[in-house]
């Protein structure tokens, strides 16, 4: 036996006793039921473990095998996802419930690769369900197991980066327990949930893998793992023109309508190809915010600050790149949500 397997056997056995200890009781740990373990996994991502616990079980008692699932109406089911939020996961858990049915995969597939083809199932998902369901050798790397590895093998390389994602792929392959991958998963994941978290105070002190961890050795452990670096976030200022008016410079108009200008974004920047009103955008805080209708509009790597101003005009000016159309008919475009936004306050003030 090399020293990495002694390091290794040591490691899991410290794990493992850890985990007999400690572990929370959750009804989808306690079954070998693939459907019920898939439903679990999909209904946590980006949910807390008590509010998924209520959904899972009204989901299991609802639709109690994969063939219930299925043959629900699409909005059955996204009723009773109602307050999960990212509703594509609710939509992607029914699609996939046919998709095993049509397939003849019922109760659950077994296979790996099966599992890892249903729509909204990735590589961390397949992973779970393969170990947890039916004891197969896959590793589950979540957010906690991440961090886990990181730091017991004082790994500095940002996990989120494809470099980094390869390289602590081979680490947990490397110290996964082949013999009982169902156990090594349900472990390292929970020892990551509740004893090595993100802000460790004592825990390194009592920690009983501590003798075996390089990130404590180094003194490292608390500044792992570590992700790329964010992109700044970039201020920028949109002073944006309404222009009212019951005369459009060309067209023949009919007295009550009103016309405006729009443009269709051409750059290849944010909104490429929607509608809005003729904008000008400036690096800095233009003078003069007040008495306009102003909004911060976040996108991920940017802050938008808009304002708009309207114009109450006899006649619609010339602005280039711009069309005239019916106000009226302003839903007919595909315009921005900060337009839409802003449509929607004017027509709350009018
Ligand atoms: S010693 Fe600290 S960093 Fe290392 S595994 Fe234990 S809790 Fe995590």
Known sequence: MGVDNVRNSLLNRRLYHWYETEHRILPWRETEDGYRIWLSEVILQQTRVQQGMDYYLRFVARWPRVEDLAAAAEDEVLREWQGLGYYSRARNLHKAAQMVVERGWTPFPTRFEDIRALPG??????????????????????GNVYRVVARLLDIDEAFDTSAGKKLFHQKIEE???????????????????LWCTPVLGDN?????LQE?????????????????PRPKVRDRWFTYHIYLSHQPSDVSSQPLDVYTLIRRREEKDIWYHLYEFPCEETSHQPADVSNHLSFTHVLSHQKLHARFVVHRVSELPVVPGTITI?????????????????LDTLQHKA
């Not at 199932?121 to 589950?140: E, L, R």
């Not at 110290?175 to 949930?193: H, V």
């Not at 075996?212 to 792992?224: I, V």
């Not at 475009?333 to 900060?338: E, H, N």
Request: hydrophobic share 40%; glycine share 6%.
């Open 326 to 342: 019916r106000w009226e008919d302003l839903n007919d475009y595909a315009l921005s949500r900060l337009t839409l936004r802003a």
């Open 204 to 208: 390194c002190r009592n920690c009983p």
């Open 175 to 193: 110290l996964l327990d082949r013999e009982n991958p169902r156990l090594f998963n349900s472990a390292i994941m929970e020892f990551g949930a």
């Open 121 to 142: 199932v990735g590589d961390y998902t397949a992973g779970a369900i393969a170990s947890f369901a039916y004891n197969q050798p896959f590793p589950a790397m979540d």
């Open 212 to 228: 075996l961890c390089l990130g404590f050795a180094h003194g490292t452990a608390e500044l792992l793992p570590v992700r790329k």
